[in-house]
Every structure is written in structure tokens, then in C-alpha cells.
């Protein structure tokens, strides 16, 4: 259980009298004191077994046990057995998980912390590191607020609809029965011109009455989604409120939920070193906690999956009502992005004897054809844009935090001027649902691109347990207001104070498919839409790089200093990394993931991962960028990189989160599917199915 806590250290040393191969089975017992709610009937737990040879502790294998029985009372005492299967030899070395964190986020609410510390012997010495897994609360607060301000942008609709409606109502019953067109009720000198004018007053009468009951049919389904969002925001504040767990992949399909972004958690690593003159010395001590250059939100796929892609995502959705829009000059809806589209605008009042227009009621079927599609792609886009947000807003609280840690108010100045950048990695595959998958996400991180600022303010008493605060600022427009605490907002530069100060957001997005599907996708050559997103990401994040520059041109010429140090050896490294980029292959070279990350981070921008459940591929990809953290930032031996990559695979945080989501600690994978992976992607052995 979450709130069970282990009484005192939990490193047990068990005496073995018979001799073990290292290969071999080995069963043991352990016995411990656990600290439980007396309500807790079964705990699961994980061990990992090492032996002590000539001083040097080497992990052997790992264990789980599940369903244990308890003593009732607020202190038990148990004794566990089980077996320790695919063991293997390591220089490295799991600790005890810790009860408390190392590196815990001030500003952004986070639950359900897990961590584990590793010591690598020979690799990284004298030094522990420290990798650790969080809940964000934003998960739920962002669609919940965000829920409320789209309930009144549909309320503004319906109010438009139901004018018109009652429009056309009028118009309708103003007019004439239509006339017959027998020749024996036509009057007239022109017997074929009053046929022809009464079958054109007959289809203008029919396109009258069918206009009508369109606005009334799009303002019931307004409504209903007005009452949608109200219950589904009352509720996601609710869990908020209770911190209740957050989306799990297997409720991805939920309607209720699809709004939220499942298995949303921030994956942070840090390393505490000590001293060689207090090596001896208690840790508390002689520690000191260096935090690497980013964290890294990880979660599933921000997509609609409670409705479908039986409409291809919501890029193509929006494509073909911007080509039918243009065929009927609706320039309501080609001049302003989704979020100002408006169903009641692509209608157009048929009125009385008006022929100037060359009788426009003959268009009215496509007027209501588009109206329909503009309101499935609103739906929708509110669907993946609660969940885009909430990952988006995660990850620039996480890099605010890095930077007051850092004390870097100028990178954040200068963030606060060209902009926020957030990398997103892609391992979707483009082929079955997964390729309408990215056409969600490519088209919400449009969305935020266009539509979403972000404003620092400080927290006011009445705002306290919230992360943030969502304003409408017109046409379609989100202000996302970060509260912060007393102490940060002292820290924070004037500029960025100013309340005009509103931070645009530069997301790139660049996918790479690395499961088996993708390989054959890479075989029968239908995986242009890679090339396509990462091809344009490349030029925006070369883009971003340039204003970089420029702006760091500008303070450095305000500073009188020379241009040579003009620009930063970050700055300068990242267009190194990005001249190389542009020679990776962007329809399946992953390592290009490696260096768009790389670039990421060095021009200070947030990083986010996912797959489809952000728990299996998204697992490999989070501990292989981990080590190659640990190799740039703090000399790790890149000898051991492997090692120490699948160490974090098979007893790291990343196994708690699969059974988090799965209730099973293995990663999802057959061994067809381990085959089919890169080789720096494969789980190692005794971590899958």
C-alpha cells in the first residue's frame, strides 16, 4: 500500500550455509517489520538479492511477492519466501528504496511518489543515484478548469444556434404552401418560367425547413456536451481534491475520461555524491543533491480513444472541413483555428424572394454538412487538448522548477521572450490506430502552438492547493496562469512579473515508431507521415535555435560584451547537434530522437515521452535517455552504459509504474516483439513476458 512504511532499514542479510551456483536458483527468506493500516489485508512487494564478495555488493537477481497475508494491528510481522529466477552478474548495486524523496517539486503538486537509489561501484563512485516517479496533479486540474471555460464557449453557441433557429422559424411559417406545379393552379402569360419559379419556391421552402432543423439538432447536441463537461469537470475536481490516482492505460477508453492524459507522471533523476575525505561519514552529512539538466514527463498517447478514429484523428477531420469550407466560401471558419470555430457561423439565413445570390438555399445540405463536422471536430479537439495541456503545462512547471533550483533567472528572461520549447518524443508506430494516434497528437500540439500562453502569478490564499488557473482570453485564446509560492515569486525576474508578459509555446514533435508494426511499416514504405512531422519539427526547432541566438545577440550588445560571447556554449552546441540532425534519416533513424532531445535540453526547453500506455515503450526510452544523462552530465563510464540501463529496467520505478497500470510487473512485451525492438529499446530478460 501506498501509506505502509517499512520500521527501520530494510537491507536484510541473509547467511547462506550451502554453495550456490551464481545461475542457480536461490531461495530465501526474509524476515521484516512492517508499519500498515490495520485495514490492509495484502501488500506487494519487491527485493532484490545480492551477495557481498570481497566487499563489493553484486545484484544477483530480482523478486517479487505478492499476497501476503497480515497480522491485523498497526504493526505486523511477517515472513516472506520466494525464488529468484534469471540472475545475473553486476558491478552495480540496488539500495533499499528510500521512504522519503529526494527530489521533490515545490510548485507542482505530486503524488504517490516512488523512488529508487542505485550506487554504481566502479562507473559513477563515490556517488548514489537517485531515480524517482511522481503523479502530477495537473492531470486532473488542468481538463477540469479547462472543461469549465469550453461549457461556456458551448453556452455562447447555443445562444447563437437557437437566434438563428428562431430565425428561420419565423421565416418558415411566413411562408407560402408551395405551389403545385400542375398546370391547371398555374396563372400565367410564361406557363415554363412560372414551373420553373415554383419548383425553386418549393427547394427554397424544403432548404428552409431542413436549415431549421439542423440549428435545432446542433443545439441539443450542444447542450448535451454542455452537460457533459459540467459532470465530467465537477468530477475531475473532485479527484483532484482527493488525489485520486490518475488515468490508467487500461481506462483509456473511458467516456468520462477523455479528458484526461493517462499515466501522466514526472520521471526525475538525481545524484548525491560525497566526499572522498567523508566517505565514512554519514550521508546526511557529506551529501549534496545535484539535480541533472531535466526531468522527463512521461504518459500515454494524447488521443481521443473514447471516440474512435473511424475519422482518421483529428489533423485530417480538420483538413477536410477546411476544404469544404473553402468550396463554400465559409470564411468564418478558414480565417481562425478550431478552437474559434463556430457550427451556428457556417449556416446561412435563407431569406424570403432573394435571388440575387443565385438561389444560395441550393447549398444549404453542404452549409449543414460543414456545421456537423465543425462540431465533431470541436468535440474532439476539446478531448486531446485537455490531455495535450495538461502534459504541456507539466513539463514547463517541472523546467520552472529546475531553473529556481538552478537560481537561472536569465534563462527563464530569456524564456519568457522567445518562448517556451517543449519536445515531444513519439514511439507510435504508423501503422493501424496507431497512425491516426499521431494525427491527434500532431494536431493538438498544433492547437497549443496557436491558442495557449502561459502567465506566472502569485498564489493568492484563496487559490491555495491549486497549480494553476485557466483564463479565456478570446477567440479561442487560453491564458494558463502558474501560482506560485511567495519564495519563487521573489526570485522571478521583473519582466517576467509584467502581467502582458503572456509565454508563447513551441512544441516539436518528432516520432519514431520502434515496435514491430513499424518495422513493417518501414518495409512496405508507408511511413511518409514520420518523415513529413519530423521534417517540419526539425525546421521549427531550427527556428527556435535562431531566436536563441538572436535574443542572446541582444543582451550581450546591451552588455557591451564582445560577440564572441554572444552566444551561449549551450546554444552553440545545440546547432551543432541540429546540423547533425538534419542528416539522420527522419523516416526510422531513432538515434535522431537521441539528439532532437539533446538539443531539447540544451536550449532549455522541457522534455516529454510517451507511447500508446506510456508504460512499456516509453519505459525503455526514459532509462536509455536517463544513462545517457548520467554519461554528459557526470562522467559515467560509457563502458557500462547498457548495464546500468537495464538495471534501471529491471529494478527501477519504471516496473511499479507497469504494475501501476497493469497490476503485473512484467513489460509488456512477447518475445517476437523484444526481437522486433532496436537493440538500445530491449527490455532485458526476466523483465517481460
Known amino acids: 500500500p501506498a501509506d505502509a512504511t517499512v520500521a527501520g532499514d530494510t537491507r536484510t542479510v541473509v547467511s547462506c550455509t550451502e554453495k550456490k551456483d551464481v545461475a542457480s536458483e536461490v531461495t530465501f527468506e526474509v524476515g521484516l517489520i512492517l508499519a500498515v493500516p490495520p485495514e490492509t489485508e495484502s501488500v506487494m512487494m519487491q527485493f532484490t538479492l545480492a551477495v557481498n564478495l570481497a566487499g563489493t555488493w553484486r545484484v544477483m537477481g530480482f523478486a517479487e511477492c505478492s499476497s501476503v497475508e497480515l497480522m491485523r494491528g498497526s504493526v505486523s510481522t511477517m515472513m516472506l519466501e520466494s525464488t529468484v529466477k534469471n540472475a545475473s552478474d553486476s558491478i552495480l548495486v540496488v539500495e533499499t528504496r528510500p521512504t522519503e524523496p529526494i527530489y521533490k517539486p515545490s510548485l507542482l503538486k505530486t503524488t504517490r511518489w516512488m523512488g529508487q537509489p542505485y550506487r554504481f561501484t566502479s562507473a559513477l563512485p563515490n556517488a548514489v543515484v537517485h531515480e524517482e516517479l511522481c503523479e502530477s496533479t495537473l492531470a486532473w486540474e488542468i481538463p477540469s478548469k479547462l472543461l469549465k471555460l469550453q461549457a461556456e464557449v458551448l453556452i455562447d453557441e447555443v445562444a447563437r444556434l437557437t437566434g438563428k433557429a428562431g430565425e428561420m422559424e419565423t421565416i418558415v411559417a ?27 419556391v418549393d427547394r427554397k421552402l424544403k432548404a428552409q425547413r431542413s436549415t431549421w432543423a439542423t440549428l435545432l439538432e446542433l443545439a441539443e447536441c450542444c447542450g448535451t456536451a454542455i452537460r457533459n463537461y459540467r459532470t465530467m469537470g465537477k468530477y475531475y475536481a473532485e479527484c483532484h481534491t482527493n488525489e485520486t490516482v490518475i488515468k490508467r492505460s487500461k481506462q483509456r477508453k473511458e467516456s468520462a475520461l477523455r479528458s484526461c492524459p493517462t499515466n501522466l507522471h514526472i520521471h526525475t533523476v538525481s545524484v548525491t555524491r560525497r566526499d572522498s575525505a567523508a566517505a565514512n561519514a554519514r550521508a546526511d552529512d557529506s551529501s549534496r543533491e545535484v539535480p541533472l539538466s531535466g526531468s522527463t514527463v512521461t504518459c500515454g498517447a494524447p488521443t481521443a480513444h473514447a471516440l474512435g478514429f473511424s475519422g482518421g484523428g483529428l489533423q485530417p477531420m480538420m483538413e477536410k472541413v477546411l476544404e469544404l469550407a473553402a468550396k463554400l466560401n465559409c470564411d468564418e471558419i478558414s480565417a481562425c483555428s478550431v478552437l474559434g470555430w463556430s457550427p451556428a457561423l457556417c449556416i446561412k439565413t ?75 518524443e513519439s514511439l507510435l508506430s504508423t501503422a493501424g490506430s496507431e497512425h491516426k494516434m499521431i494525427r491527434d497528437v500532431y494536431a493538438a500540439l498544433d492547437i497549443i502552438r496557436v491558442n495557449i500562453r502561459f502567465r506566472l502569478q502569485l498564489r493568492l490564499p484563496s487559490q491555495r492547493g491549486d497549480t494553476v488557473n485557466l483564463v479565456a482570453a478570446g477567440k479561442g485564446v487560453f491564458i494558463v496562469e502558474i501560482l506560485l509560492c511567495e519564495e519563487c515569486w521573489g526570485w522571478i525576474p521583473d519582466p517576467i512579473k509584467d502581467p502582458d508578459c503572456q509565454i508563447s509555446v513551441h512544441p516539436v514533435l518528432f516520432s519514431i515508431g520502434v515496435n514491430e508494426w513499424q518495422m513493417l511499416s518501414n518495409i512496405v514504405g508507408t511511413n511518409s507521415l514520420q518523415a513529413d512531422i519530423n521534417e517540419k519539427s526539425l525546421r521549427e526547432l531550427m527556428s527556435y535555435a535562431n531566436l536563441c541566438i538572436s535574443q542572446e545577440t541582444r543582451a550581450a550588445s546591451a552588455e557591451d560584451r564582445p560577440p564572441s560571447s554572444a552566444t551561449s556554449r549551450p546554444t552553440r552546441l545545440a546547432v551543432q547537434f541540429l546540423s547533425e540532425l538534419s542528416e539522420k534519416d527522419c523516416r526510422k533513424d531513432h538515434e535522431m530522437l537521441w539528439t532532437a532531445a539533446d538539443c531539447a535540453r540544451l536550449l532549455g526547453g522541457g522534455r516529454v515521452t510517451f507511447c500508446k500506455s506510456g508504460k512499456d515503450r516509453t519505459s525503455m526510452s526514459v532509462t536509455l535517455e536517463t544513462t545517457r544523462l548520467l554519461c554528459r552530465d557526470h562522467g559515467m563510464q560509457a563502458s557500462v552504459a547498457s548495464s546500468v540501463t537495464n538495471m534501471m529496467r529491471l529494478h527501477g520505478v519504471r516496473r511499479s509504474n507497469v504494475y501501476k497500470n497493469t497490476d503485473a510487473f512484467s513489460y509488456a512485451f512477447n518475445t517476437l516483439q523484444v526481437r522486433s525492438l532496436p537493440a538500445p529499446y530491449r527490455p532485458p530478460a526476466g523483465s517481460h513476458r
Open 350 to 424: 435563407i431569406y424570403g424572394e432573394d435571388y440575387r445570390d443565385g438561389e444560395p438555399w441550393t447549398q444549404a445540405d453542404a452549409h449543414a454538412t460543414l456545421a456537423k463536422m465543425v462540431f465533431d471536430c470541436r468535440i474532439r479537439a476539446d478531448a486531446v487538448l485537455g490531455q495535450a495541456l495538461s502534459i504541456v503545462t507539466t513539463a514547463f512547471v517541472a523546467r520552472l522548477e529546475e531553473l529556481w533550483r538552478a537560481d537561472d533567472s536569465a534563462l527563464l528572461e530569456r524564456i519568457g521572450r522567445v518562448g517556451f520549447l517543449c519536445s515531444v
Open 174 to 200: 411566413a411562408a407560402s404552401p408551395t405551389p403545385q406545379t400542375s398546370a391547371e393552379l398555374l396563372y400565367g402569360v410564361d406557363f415554363e418560367q412560372d414551373v420553373v419559379q415554383a419548383e425553386s
